[in-house]
C-alpha cells in the first residue's frame, strides 16, 4: 500500500515545481527552507508534506531521465 496525500499536497508541489523547475531539489531540508520563501505556509506539518512529495516527484522524474 502506497501513501495517502490529499490533493491540495499534490497540486501544490505540482504546480510550484512547474513554476520553479531548478529551485527545489531532492533535498529535504533545503526544500523545507525553499518553501518559507515561495509559499505562505501555517502549519509546518502541512509545510513537510508538501516538501516530502516535492522530493518525491522530483526523484520519480530523475529515474525517468535516467533510463
Excluded: A
Excluded at 29 to 57: A, P, Q, T
Amino acid at each position: 500500500m502506497g501513501k495517502v496525500r490529499t490533493v491540495l499536497i499534490k497540486n501544490v508541489s505540482k504546480e510550484l515545481i512547474n513554476k520553479y523547475p531548478n529551485v527545489f531539489t531532492t533535498d529535504f531540508e533545503k526544500n523545507k527552507k525553499l518553501l518559507d520563501v515561495y509559499l505562505e505556509i501555517d502549519s509546518k506539518h502541512l509545510r513537510n508534506r508538501i516538501s516530502g512529495y516535492i522530493v518525491n516527484l522530483l526523484k520519480i522524474k530523475n529515474r525517468e531521465l535516467s533510463s
